[in-house]
């Protein structure tokens, strides 16, 4: 597992946000989820690559390293294409630095220490460029659940500390060029400050965050970056705000007013996070830690009937003279998803072009604040509602 720092970039937005958190958390177990190995392992593959175009190892070493890569369970031809994607924008940009200067700094998976701003605070860098006035710093996201940019983006803003602390007595760059690459969500962002904006950043608002956070002192403040801070599921600060919503003061008259309404869907969607993580937090401690929670018991689940034994069930309905069209289901396309992943991206287009299409979303209600544009509720929109609601109300008959 990659070593992270106390004050982490990646966790930057979260201990800024919340300073104590950093402390809190500390009582809580590091697990690395799925998604983390994953991501890590696709930084794998990308650092391979570049290190061949950089001639930093041998094609022999690249070929070796290859297949011990190729035996992991996350290695598939869908996760070379996308970091095709990305290693192809990290050589567009390595020559483009040594477009503008012959001897530019090119550096991969490089560490950045930060702890002038930031106790002990360092990142890694996966890719950084210097040439002329222009530094420019490269990540890759793998991740596909959030979509993440490069704008105000505290993590990117430390990694340019980083390298400016590492640099900026050699080299004579102003500008700092920050790019965040998310393949699987075909988005490239990219933010431009000047050092000098990163330094008065670093003094006055890293600095001070840094020290409170370190002693664990300042004000626990719920959001959005609670979403992977390790004491989400039992913080006191998160649940008092979630649990607002109950307070609020609906009297008069019986029903809830249009503005109400729109008052608990702006808080439904946290509270929803929120209440599942609590349950998810509970599950797990009753049946892996044998906890008892006052009113609450543990049982089986449903579950859904299923064959012993599919060939035998099959033997003995073919024997009694069932046609095999109605004891086996048709042929069937695996799933969008599945068949990208088996064919890979690259191929997938090629061989499918024209023949994937995407429907009309169903109508969901979102913040004014969301990116996609407005649709009235025309005639399919209406139909399509009411076909939701049909298959909700059949699902639960
Ligand atoms: S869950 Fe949220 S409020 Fe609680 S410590 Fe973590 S970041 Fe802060």
Redesign the pocket.
Known sequence: MTAHAFLSASGSK?WME?PP?AM?EKQFKDVQSAYAAEGSFAHSLAELHLNLYLENISKHKFNSEWNKLQQNEFFSQEMIDYVDVYVGFAIERINAARARTKDAVIQIEQRLDYSPWVPNGFGTGDLITIADEIMEIADLKYGKGVPVSALDNPQMKLYALGAINQFNLLYDFQIVRMTIVQPRLDSISIAELSVKELLDWAENTVKPLAAMAIKGEGE???GN??QF?K??FT?R??ADKNLELAKLDFQDPPLLTIDEIAEVLAKAEELQKWAKDVSDYALDQAVNHDVKFPGWKLVEGRSKRVYSDEKEVANVLLAANYAEDIIYKPKELVGITAMEKALGKKKFGILLDGLIIKPAGKPVLVPESDKRPEICSTDSAKADFAEQIRSNRSAQN
């Open positions: 979260r919340c958190s809190l626990f403040k719920a970056h609670c801070c004491a989400r913080c600060a998160r």
